[in-house]
Nanobody
Framework: QVQLVESGGGLVQPGGSLRLSCAASGSISSISTMGWYRQAPGKERELVATITNRSYINYADSVKGRFTISRDNAKNTVFLYLNNLEAEDTAVYYC??????????????WGQGTQVTVSP
């Protein structure tokens, strides 16, 4: 069984910063892509950033230059540094990882979500 546990959300003022963390645990053979998605009220879930096991990174245009994704492969953890936050960044942020286990390769896992609220 695999779990993704997120932490680091909260309330921050416009222009502020946060760091989100997501740790994968369980019977993991390998992890390929890890990433972050977000869903604002009344909107569909959207990609924020992804990072492969070879550190190839992709960002949504709306967060380029403000957010930074990184990962610690030894700890099966992915981070998202959110800088210069805007009200439009308010959403539930979900961690995602493509994980291979003994049961099979390349299964998509999701965290439970962490709320980020940007407000004066």
């Amino acid at each position: 069984q695999v779990q993704l546990v997120e932490s680091g959300g909260g309330l921050v003022q416009p222009g502020g910063s946060l760091r989100l963390s997501c740790a994968a645990s369980g019977s993991i053979s390998s992890i390929s892509t890890m990433g972050w998605y977000r869903q604002a009220p009344g909107k569909e879930r959207e990609l924020v950033a992804t990072i492969t096991n070879r550190s190839y990174i992709n960002y949504a245009d709306s967060v380029k230059g403000r957010f930074t994704i990184s990962r610690d492969n030894a700890k099966n953890t992915v981070f998202l540094y959110l800088n210069n936050l805007e009200a439009e960044d308010t959403a539930v942020y979900y961690c995602n990882a493509v994980i291979s286990t003994a049961a099979g390769p390349g299964h998509n896992y999701w965290g439970q979500g962490t709320q980020v609220t940007v407000s004066p």
